[in-house]
């Protein structure tokens, strides 16, 4: 795992500042979005992961699912096959679970997150989303 104590430290700030955007703002991007969607949370997203540094990012999320912090108000996640970290943390904290690529996407999420997924994801997929945020990829 390339990541370490700094670059987690920074991560970290990264994704808490992503998620205060989410929280806070009632225009989240600098352009019109791609569909209309709401514009405050709670959020329904869907998170694009494999890797322990993903999960890391998802773990984050998953507490934000708490009803008293309003932020996420669904959270699924989508993986590539395999026993893979995301895979598993989704399992084990029963997060719905969708195989690459997912399909039937349309009018069920207002945010996608990318975290460290090893997939291009066409704009097709991205254009589901009103919003959308990649925070980092491989």
Do not use: Y
Request: aromatic letters at 10%; charged letters at 20%; a positive charge.
């Amino acid at each position: 795992m390339w990541m370490n104590r700094k670059t987690g430290s920074v991560f970290l700030k990264t994704l808490n500042h992503v998620l205060n955007v989410l929280k806070f703002s009632t225009n989240v991007h600098t352009q019109p979005p791609r569909k209309p969607g709401p514009s405050r949370p709670p959020w329904r997203l869907l998170f694009f992961g494999t890797d322990q540094f993903a999960v890391e990012s998802l773990k984050v999320l998953t507490s934000c699912r708490n009803p008293s912090k309003g932020i996420v108000e669904k959270l699924e996640v989508v993986s590539l096959p395999g026993d893979l970290p995301v895979r598993r943390f989704a399992q084990q904290n029963q997060l719905t679970l969708h195989n690459w690529p997912p399909h039937d996407l349309e009018g069920q999420f207002d945010v996608g997150v990318v975290v460290s997924f090893g997939r291009l994801i066409h704009g097709g997929l991205i254009d589901k989303f009103p919003l959308w945020v990649s925070i980092i990829n491989d």
